[in-house]
């Protein structure tokens, strides 16, 4: 089932989504570059490499393999109701969706979690790449949320395989750095996460920062007032501000850093320092 879903079909799509997000990014720019460009590409998809792995030899297998035993022990919401697959579909991928916005919200307000998670708002710049920059520690985190998720919900395991696709394909989407017309993207945004509302997220004023937790569909902010769509993309310095020197975010530090001891998070006189480390050539 993996292999004929999520192998042959998912993967075919996310890279061909990468590829074309990528490309338009390129050529329609929203918020200007601070770093080298292929150096952090090189940095984020390395960094990325161990995540990757334990995504596909562990996180998937396991969190279908827990909804077909689930098939038989039939715990959960989707099989307490008698409502038709369609419907069924749609419950399933909005549960699904919102399960991820408040486990989102705990990799912010854990710091265990936090300590994981900050790997991948250490990115000092916002592109597609962003998107891969996750610690492996994070993912052998979420197994166990997500598969608590899978449970309540009662999805079944072509579900998992295809919000799992979705998830995935948002995630880019939102982390990519192009530029789309204004009132698209307005318009757009009252259904799923945009470029411009997840750049909020990852703000250095930690007011902007503790916003924008949605993964695939926006209206949960909404719903319980997590939004924050007033900020000026051009005014946004992207990043965590004790870890503004770019010189030090390097593949080891990275991987090692939710093992060391964790800076407490600064917000203005730490942007300043970030901005002028920034400018340096």
Avoid: C
Avoid at 84 to 92: R, Y
Avoid at 259 to 269: H, L, S
Wanted: net charge positive; hydrophobic share 50%; no cysteine.
């Amino acid at each position: 089932m993996i292999r004929n879903i999520f192998d042959t079909y998912g993967t075919g799509i996310l890279v061909t989504i990468f590829i074309i997000l990528f490309l338009l990014e390129t050529k329609f720019q929203l918020r200007k570059r601070v770093q080298q460009k292929w150096k952090r590409i090189i940095i984020n998809f390395i960094v990325s490499i161990p995540a990757f792995a334990l995504l596909r030899i562990l996180f998937i297998p396991a969190m279908v393999w827990l909804a077909m035993k689930n098939q038989s022990w039939q715990f959960g919401l989707n099989y307490l109701l008698d409502i038709a697959l369609p419907l069924h579909f749609v419950i399933t991928i909005l549960l699904l969706d919102y399960s991820n916005y408040t486990w989102h919200i705990l990799l912010h307000k854990l710091p265990f979690l936090w300590r994981f998670h900050l790997v991948h708002h250490t990115d000092l710049d916002l592109d597609i790449t962003t998107a891969f920059r996750f610690h492996f520690g994070e993912m052998i985190g979420s197994i166990f949320y997500r598969g608590a998720a899978i449970l309540l919900i009662g999805a079944s395991p072509i579900m998992v395989l295809i919000y799992e696709i979705v998830f995935e394909a948002a995630t880019q989407f939102h982390h990519s750095n192009i530029k789309l017309p204004f009132r698209f993207e307005k318009a757009l945004n009252y259904l799923i996460v945009t470029p411009r509302m997840h750049g909020i997220h990852h703000s250095m004023v930690k007011n902007e920062m503790d916003s924008n937790y949605s993964v695939v569909f926006s209206f949960w902010d909404r719903l319980h007032h997590t939004v924050r769509l007033n900020i000026n993309q051009n005014k946004i310095v992207t990043g965590v501000p004790v870890y503004a020197d770019e010189h030090e975010l390097t593949i080891g530090m990275l991987l090692k850093l939710p093992f060391t001891t964790i800076r407490k998070w600064k917000d203005k006189e730490s942007i300043k320092l970030g901005n002028v480390n920034r400018m340096k050539p």
